[in-house]
């Protein structure tokens, strides 16, 4: 099968380039649905303090505050889910995640 790379020019005249990958579907007992939901934020805080490490690298001196704002606001993130979970595990219920990852080409 042969791959195409779309050119600039091709990706402005199409406004609906996207791709949308199911990452997470299904129902699951809370133990679960925290594991699942703890390591997919913990990925993207590890990600933003591995990006932090490397601007740092290049420039002791920089200012991150944006990303260390990402890592507080994921950090407060995984804290409301926690406390979610928590809630429900006296029900005697399971909780259904849908968790859809949606790329468009930034403009």
Known sequence: M???????????????VAQKIQLVKGEFTPSE?????????DEKINFHKLQRLQI???D???KTDD?????KG???EKEIAREF????????????????LEI????
């Open 2 to 16: 042969e791959t195409k790379e779309l050119t600039q020019k091709e990706l402005t005249q199409n406004e609906k």
């Open 67 to 71: 990303i260390d704002g990402r890592i």
């Open 33 to 41: 649905a925290s594991h699942i939901i703890m390591k997919l934020i």
């Open 104 to 107: 468009t080409v930034a403009k």
């Open 74 to 76: 994921l950090e407060k």
């Open 60 to 62: 002791h001196k920089c």
């Open 56 to 58: 740092w690298e290049g």
């Open 85 to 100: 979970i928590k809630s429900t595990r006296g029900l005697g219920q399971n909780l259904k995640i849908n968790g859809i």
